[in-house]
């Protein structure tokens, strides 16, 4: 995942340990704050982030330019391992077109394999080993992008759960990040982001075909 940043100054960085409840300007939710600990093993971090307001208001200006087509990392959250390691956690949001969800037959085929895990969000959300991806409807009123989804992106590096718990806890973390900003952007009751959701193990029963 591209480490992209919107066009804003207004962004912060804390050198200080604290916290999953407050990375990022207390961008998680109670139970993914919990997750970002589960999934790290570690219970202090440090970050770099874009507040919210002024990052949802570049996201929504370049909702039907080129430019919205790059990845803005929102977040980054870092933690010392060992010294010679670094765990890190970012997450991003970018524009895409519905037609950009993966095809079926690769999505059953990376499911069989067991490489791919969906989830019941958005109009299509995955999860592996070491990203986490939402991808929801959140055109402004006065846009015609009606074809547009937001994708919410979450990339991971060094971190200590594996397998579902690990898919788990990414997807969880992610969506606290996507519903603050379908929040701030006003399309938070039509995004079909609930607090709680459940894993899907057909694809044909995806959020997109219902």
């Known amino acids: 995942m591209a480490a992209a940043s919107c066009s804003t100054n207004d962004g912060a960085q804390n050198g200080s340990a604290m ?9 998680l939710s109670r139970v993914a704050a919990g997750q970002l600990d589960g999934l790290t093993g570690l219970s202090e971090f440090t970050d770099e982030h874009k507040r919210v307001p ?4 570049a996201l929504r200006t370049m909702e039907a330019s080129e430019e919205g087509r790059k990845e803005q990392e ?38 069989k394999s067991g490489d791919l895990t969906l989830y019941s969000l958005g109009a299509h959300s995955e999860a592996n080993d070491y990203s986490a991806t939402i991808q929801f409807s959140c055109s402004g009123s006065n846009s015609r992008q009606s074809g547009k989804l937001l994708r919410a992106g979450l990339w991971s590096t060094n971190t200590k759960l594996t397998g579902q718990a690990g898919r788990s806890a990414r997807i969880t973390i992610l969506n606290a ?24 193990s057909d694809p044909q029963r995806s959020p997109k075909n219902g």
């Open 19 to 27: 916290p999953a409840a407050r990375v990022c300007n207390s961008l």
């Open 54 to 57: 002024a990052y949802s208001s």
């Open 74 to 111: 929102l977040c980054r959250i870092t933690a010392d391992l060992d010294k010679a390691s670094l765990l890190t956690v970012a997450i991003s949001f970018w524009w895409s077109d519905a037609q950009d969800i993966r095809p079926h037959s690769e999505i059953s085929r990376r499911m």
């Open 177 to 200: 990040a996507a519903r603050k900003i379908a929040r701030q952007l006003n399309c938070l009751d039509t995004a079909n982001l609930p607090e709680t959701f459940h894993k899907i």
